[in-house]
């Protein structure tokens, strides 16, 4: 991969769940250090696009090309590939019966093979950048659903990967909740972090994103910077941006 190919490339994919096309010929790609939100109803296969790109699904066809790894060869080393990508859900998926700092340790210790003392920096440094030093210690139900959500992403960061994806990380949240997650995801921008996001969040979207795309019925259906939310050129974005979702 070079300086200037795509961090992430998604090439004529296609994915069915039986009868049901859920991507029909998707394509897109994201530059390094930009940041793309993927929109649209439920059911028009963002989430499905997002969970190819870190091959948590595998695609009927085309190509998906992420850091360098052809995602959907075969023989992909999948320990490799999510070295280099982050996802964060919308469920916060942190282990109960561990601490914060236990939560962020556990794979840069089990797959990274780095040392524990090393790892328990790594953690300090990646909770104080999402505004948490302070619950290093703490087991998430001691957390708010915001608090556990950074966390999720604190445990990300802590693998340095060089793309994040994010699936509608705040869609369980309160509105000031949401706030908190948002800003960190802000900084992660400013900080020149390569983000794929599906969200809702419309006002995010286009303070945020230097790509916008929208996915209807499987498809790419419009693409552009985020003025598209503004002047949509299609029917289907006009109506989705003006119902607010």
């Given at each position: 991969?070079?300086?200037?190919?795509?961090?992430?490339?998604?090439?004529?994919?296609?994915?069915?769940?039986?009868?049901?096309?859920?991507?029909?010929?998707?394509?897109?790609?994201?530059?390094?250090?930009?940041?793309?939100?993927?929109?649209?109803?439920?059911?028009?296969?963002?989430?499905?696009?997002?969970?190819?790109?870190?091959?948590?699904?595998?695609?009927?066809?085309?190509?998906?090309?992420?850091?360098?790894?052809r995602v959907d060869a075969p023989d992909i080393d999948l320990r490799a590939?999510?070295?280099?990508?982050?996802?964060?859900?919308?469920?916060?998926?942190l282990f109960p019966h561990l601490t914060i700092e236990q939560n962020i340790?556990?794979?840069?210790?089990?797959?990274?093979?780095?040392?524990?003392?090393?790892?328990?920096?790594?953690?300090?440094?990646?909770?104080?950048?999402?505004?948490?030093?302070?619950?290093?210690?703490?087991?998430?139900?001691?957390?708010?659903?915001?608090?556990?959500?950074?966390?999720?992403?604190?445990?990300?960061?802590?693998?340095?990967?060089?793309?994040?994806?994010?699936?509608?990380?705040?869609?369980?949240?309160?509105?000031?909740?949401?706030?908190?997650?948002?800003?960190?995801?802000?900084?992660?921008?400013?900080?020149?972090?390569?983000?794929?996001?599906?969200?809702?969040?419309?006002?995010?979207?286009?303070?945020?994103?230097?790509?916008?795309?929208?996915?209807?019925?499987?498809?790419?259906?419009?693409?552009?910077?985020?003025?598209?939310?503004?002047?949509?050129?299609?029917?289907?974005?006009?109506?989705?941006?003006?119902?607010?979702f």
């Open positions: 991969m070079t300086q200037d190919s795509p961090v992430v490339s998604l090439r004529d994919v296609h994915k069915s769940f039986g009868s049901l096309k859920v991507l029909d010929g998707v394509d897109f790609s994201v530059a390094r250090g930009d940041v793309l939100v993927l929109i649209g109803r439920s059911g028009s296969g963002k989430s499905t696009a997002l969970r190819c790109i870190d091959r948590f699904e595998t695609i009927d066809s085309g190509e998906i090309h992420v850091c360098g790894h590939l999510r070295q280099d990508v982050g996802i964060v859900f919308q469920s916060y998926n340790t556990l794979a840069p210790v089990s797959v990274k093979r780095m040392a524990k003392a090393e790892a328990r920096e790594r953690a300090q440094a990646v909770l104080a950048q999402v505004g948490l030093a302070e619950k290093l210690h703490a087991y998430p139900e001691q957390l708010s659903g915001g608090q556990q959500q950074r966390a999720a992403i604190a445990r990300s960061l802590a693998m340095q990967p060089k793309v994040m994806l994010f699936d509608e990380v705040t869609s369980a949240l309160d509105p000031e909740l949401t706030g908190e997650v948002l800003k960190v995801i802000e900084a992660l921008a400013a900080d020149g972090m390569t983000m794929v996001m599906v969200t809702h969040e419309m006002g995010f979207a286009r303070g945020i994103a230097d790509k916008v795309v929208f996915m209807h019925a499987g498809k790419v259906h419009e693409t552009g910077t985020a003025s598209i939310l503004a002047a949509p050129a299609t029917p289907e974005l006009a109506q989705f941006v003006g119902t607010g």
